[in-house]
């Protein structure tokens, strides 16, 4: 599996570094840019050379702007004229109805509440270049349903339930973070053996198969896959959807 290369918009800077970050840690994707408004994306696409295309463009659907060629349905609309191959995935704070159906009605591929699909944002990409339509969270699943609209529903993104607080705390500031064990302890005033025990817990817990099959698959098709590091491992699985309820 090649590497999916996306590009983001998002007023919301902490919002935008939050997705790069991801983007460039997970083995099955990289970020090609990142612009806070419409206009600088539009901007961005026309740049970018052909090899360098986006798969994915992801898009805020809560931004401002004077223009009505900018609002979002037809800027859904003028994205997938400029690049017909990339998917859209609408990334929404509010999911407010009216915006959410303006963005599937104008063809959207993907529609995405931020606190749903949280950790689970690579993966819910990784979906929707496989399926023709996907959503998460129960206002754009909901949306779907009273329209007739065939889609792949993802569950909401959550931790490993036997992930202890303390170690979800400690996977945080030492793998998402990238703090040393020492500089962890500070933080939570534990020793730096303490924190290397509680990662230690963290990794086995998540060898336990809690994840779901289409995840494990779309992490085994990439490259070097069988060589990564034990931590980054875990970071693939924790970032995962959980397995599909049986």
Not at 58 to 78: C, G, N, S, W
Not at 170 to 199: K, Q, W
Request: with cysteine; charged share 25%.
């Amino acid at each position: 599996m090649a590497q999916i290369r996306v590009i983001l918009m998002d007023d919301d800077l902490a919002a935008l570094n939050f997705q790069r970050g991801l983007l460039m840690r997970d083995l099955r994707s990289t970020c090609g840019g990142s612009v806070t408004g419409p206009e600088a994306l539009l901007d961005l696409i026309e740049s970018i050379p052909s090899p360098l295309a986006p798969d994915v463009v992801v898009v805020d659907a809560e931004y401002e702007t004077q223009f009505e060629e900018l609002r979002l349905p037809m800027l859904i609309k003028t994205i997938k004229t400029k690049i017909p191959t990339a998917k859209v995935v609408c990334l929404s704070q509010y999911c407010v109805h009216e915006t959410m159906r303006e963005a599937l009605n104008a063809g959207v591929d993907a529609v995405l509440e931020k606190n749903s699909v949280y950790m689970g944002y690579v993966a819910a990409l990784v979906r929707t270049m496989h399926n023709e339509l996907v959503v998460c969270g129960d206002i754009p699943a909901m949306l779907c349903r009273l329209h007739g609209r065939q889609a792949t529903v993802l569950p909401r993104w959550q931790p490993h339930p036997d992930l202890r607080p303390v170690y979800l705390q400690v996977f945080h500031l030492c793998i998402l973070d990238g703090m040393s064990a020492r500089e962890a302890g500070r933080e939570i005033n534990r020793s730096p053996t303490t924190v290397e025990t509680y990662l230690k817990h963290c990794y086995n817990i998540l060898e336990d198969g809690w994840i779901d099959s289409t995840d494990l698959e779309a992490i085994k098709e990439t490259e070097n896959w069988e060589n990564l590091a034990r931590r980054d491992w875990a970071f693939h699985k924790f970032t995962a959807f959980p397995p599909k309820a049986t």
